[in-house]
């Protein structure tokens, strides 16, 4: 089976660099384009099963990436972007100094009261794509967050510390994954 993860196109809060979190906005101009440009860089890939976040960045990418109309994709909670609590929808650089170094380095510092734990990111990546990968897919797109990509690029890796934090990965970036017998392996990652 081939995964294709990828990050949901811009927002208004991705271009302000706003945290997003769990709020509900859609894709602005840029990240329908960005979409629509990955689209044409995958080509014409057949994918048996589209799965997105069900937040309405993540639909509407999904819906472009994979062709198909929004009742037709698959929304899981498991792959829905880290809580971000009392922080959602403040500018980067304005968070407290317990987010900025949470989110920054969250191997040395904890989560701030009321923000989501790796721990939990991690859990519910690896719950979601162990079930995946019991399924008879040939080629599936799985649309989500910045933040939860984290943990599933470290599950998708095979990390021991179940995330893999660094780069940030960028607006409808595709990490293309195999995996066969509970081996995995990165194949492609499209920009």
């Not at 208004?12 to 709020?23: A, H, I, S, V």
């Not at 602005?28 to 014409?44: F, L, P, S, V, Y």
């Not at 380095?105 to 979601?128: C, D, L, Q, Y």
């Not at 179940?162 to 595709?174: D, F, L, M, S």
Request: proline share 5%; hydrophobic share 35%.
């Amino acid at each position: 089976m081939k995964i294709y993860v990828t990050r949901h196109g811009q927002t208004d809060y991705n271009k302000r660099e706003l945290m997003q979190g769990r709020t509900d906005i859609p894709l602005n101009e840029t990240g329908i384009n960005q979409a629509r440009a990955i689209k044409e860089k995958i080509g014409n890939v057949k994918f048996d099963a589209v799965y997105a976040s069900p937040l309405m960045r993540a639909v509407e990418t999904a819906s472009i990436i994979g062709g198909i109309d929004y009742n037709k994709i698959i929304k899981d909670e498991r792959i829905i972007e880290a809580d971000f609590g009392r922080y959602d929808g403040v500018n980067y650089y304005r968070v407290s100094l317990p987010m900025t170094a949470y989110w920054s380095f969250p191997e040395a510092f904890p989560a701030p009261p009321g923000v989501e734990t790796i721990k939990s990111m991690v859990e519910r990546t690896r719950s979601f794509l162990s079930e995946l990968e019991k399924k008879d897919y040939e080629n599936v797109l799985v649309v989500c967050h910045g933040g939860i990509i984290r943990p599933i690029r470290g599950y998708m890796e095979d990390v021991k510390r179940g995330y893999i934090w660094r780069p940030r990965p960028k607006n409808c970036e595709v990490f293309v994954y195999e995996t066969v017998n509970g081996k995995h392996r990165l194949v492609a990652d499209i920009v």
